[in-house]
């Protein structure tokens, strides 16, 4: 089955500062959505995203599906931002794969 | 417009015993799905659902089973409770995971149900 990598697994960022989050994938995709996982574990979608760039606020997300990965870029973080990244694909097979997440922690 | 619902949101069990999940949308989604999360990992796929009536196995189906009855109910069963299925249970909902338009792919999720097998 396709497999997703996520990298950074672990991030600290002043706030303020900037991040760009990788997610690699091993299959061509139909679908690639990011999701924010807050402290109280609630899932949040951020982007869906099989290929292209897509800005919201602060967040945006660039898709290069012919290479394979896909970037999550935070400007100007908060500590709202905190929580845990995941990027999940599918590729027609009906099986949404997860990747396994980048710990964001942004102190004040 | 509730988007997803889940029931409940915690549980407790004991080993051996029976429970149902029940997830709701109200977006007239075709496909509906149940994911596992068990701590520091990404959502793992139990069973999935393509429309009113159908079931099929995901990633990790042993365990559970589900039905789809009507078409905005999605429920998961446990038949007999273990300590290896105590994990936070999400459900999600799609328009069409072939659907017509880019949008149509994309997955909204519940709030999760927090469940621990004694």
Redesign the interface.
Known sequence: GIQVEQSPPDLILQEGANSTLRCNFSDSVNNLQWFHQNPWGQLINLFYIPSGTKQNGRLSATTVATERYSLLYISSSQTTDSGVYFCAVDNYGQNFVFGPGTRLSVLP | NAGVTQTPKFRVLKTGQSMTLLCAQDMNHE?M?WYRQDPG?????IH?S?GEGTT?K??VPDGYNVSRLKKQNFLLGLESAAPSQTS?Y?C?SSYS??GEG??S?????G??T?LTVT
């Open positions: 496909y799905y990992m990404g959502l793992r796929l999935y393509v099929a995901g990633e936070v999400f999600a995971a072939f880019q949008d792919y994309e997955q909204y999720f709030p999760g927090r």
